[in-house]
């Protein structure tokens, strides 16, 4: 069973490697009587008319033919563009896009995840400034404010009110900046006719700011309206922003008063 072998092709004029490849026997071999016009047949005869010959060197060995694939389709992301295989190779799914480091991707850098957000009412922030503008925000310190920097773009969250219950179930669409930096419709934030007149406190600091993500609301209730049933062992911590993850009751409760299916929103 393991005895596939990853290998490599270097070009003794500059010693670039120039091809991966995984098999067994002598396949490592097989490319120096290749006549196809691939970039890989021509790069090994342009090598051999100046008298010389491609060095091939096993990287790794005695290996099942699932490793060999694997090693292999690491070497090629990695290289990727230096290389003239043709084949991306086994895995490719596995592996993030080239050129796309500068981001952070759904799938290899986070999941979108359901969360259970404190509304935390008062003198920076009022539920109905996040209804009508679309966003929610926590901050005026540290952990709040990196509560709301950890949301990512699709995370999907219940909005709770303490004393009151949970109120909208909303998915996130921009990450959290500064309040002094986010603008809802191309108009800032900060000048909007906004019901808590005080979130512009301490907006200057980068510690003390609230901030601010956007939010396309699904549903969301009056206070009065608020879904809360005592003894029935829902999930409202204290903190920011909590996952939902293992409350199976908590987002079973939720499911049946909002009516909807939060697995579904976030897919």
């Known amino acids: 069973m393991n005895e596939y072998y990853v290998y490599v092709y270097i070009d003794p004029r500059n010693f670039e490697e120039f091809y991966y490849g995984k098999g067994k026997g002598s396949r490592k071999d097989a490319h120096l009587f290749d006549n196809t016009d691939s970039e890989k047949s021509k790069r090994i005869k342009a090598i051999k008319k100046i008298g010389l010959e491609p060095i091939i060197r096993v990287i790794a060995c005695e290996l099942s033919e699932h490793d060999a694939l694997l090693i292999e389709k690491t070497l090629l992301w990695k290289l990727g563009k230096q290389l003239t295989n043709v084949a991306t190779g086994h895995y490719s799914k596995n592996f993030r896009p080239h050129d796309t480091l500068y981001k952070k991707l759904h799938g290899f850098d986070f999941k979108n995840g359901l969360y259970y957000y404190n509304i935390s009412e008062g003198r920076h922030r009022n539920w109905d400034d996040f209804v009508k503008y679309g966003f929610i925000s926590a901050g005026h310190g540290v952990r709040f404010r990196d509560a709301m920097l950890s949301f990512e773009v699709g995370d999907v969250i219940a909005a709770y009110l303490p004393k009151h219950g949970y109120l909208g179930i909303g998915k996130i669409t921009q990450e959290a900046k500064p309040i002094r930096d986010v603008s809802i419709n191309t108009q800032p934030i900060l000048s909007l006719p906004l019901v808590c007149e005080t979130m512009s406190d301490m ?28 003894n029935a062992g829902l999930y409202t911590p204290q903190k920011a922003k909590a996952s939902l993850e293992n409350q199976p009751e908590t987002v079973k409760y939720l499911e049946k008063e909002f009516g909807i299916n939060l697995r579904e929103i976030m897919d």
């Open 203 to 230: 907006s200057d600091s980068d510690e003390k700011s609230e901030y601010v993500a956007l939010v396309d609301w699904i549903i969301t209730l009056d206070r009065t309206e608020a879904k809360f049933k005592r």
